[in-house]
């Protein structure tokens, strides 16, 4: 991420655009005051209990997209097919609007989607969804599944 700034909180009483949005629901979340955004305003990363969580707006078009995510383990792992099948299974039954994906020898807790139809309380259930079960789910995985020797 570029150079950081402290995250401001905004008042929700005006007319707020998704990144504002975005900032007053983080700011809501950080009890520990970590939140940064990158300078040109569309990356936020803070801690939510264990796990660092990412938040992307690529803009305010209908095409553009709107991203939450949480590395919750990292590669190399222990019994990988059990570990699959365990996060499928948690996919299909545990995960609400977010799912578990792999990404450069990470598991993340991911949800994404265009910001067409975007509305304030959906950005505030996908970054508590991802963020909480990203906490809830990381000291497992890492205890169960983690670095592979």
Do not use: C
Request: glycine share 4%; proline share 3%.
């Amino acid at each position: 991420m570029e150079a950081t700034i402290p995250l401001q909180e905004v008042d929700l009483s005006s007319g707020l655009n998704h990144a504002e949005t975005i900032q007053t629901v983080i700011a809501s979340m950080d009890a520990d005051n970590t939140a940064v955004v990158n300078q040109t305003g569309d990356t936020w990363k803070f801690r939510y209990g264990t796990v660092e969580v990412i938040v992307n707006i690529t803009g305010e078009e209908p095409s553009d997209m709107f991203t939450v995510l949480a590395k919750v383990l990292s590669y190399p792992v222990k019994d990988e097919a059990r570990m699959m099948r365990f996060l499928l299974e948690k996919n299909a039954a545990d995960t609400f609007e977010a799912r578990y994906a792999i990404q450069n020898d990470s598991v993340l807790v991911l949800s994404t989607r265009s910001v067409q139809d975007l509305y304030p309380s959906e950005i505030s259930r996908v970054i508590a969804i991802v963020a909480s079960i990203a906490d809830d789910i990381d000291e497992y995985l890492l205890e169960e599944f983690g670095t592979a020797t």
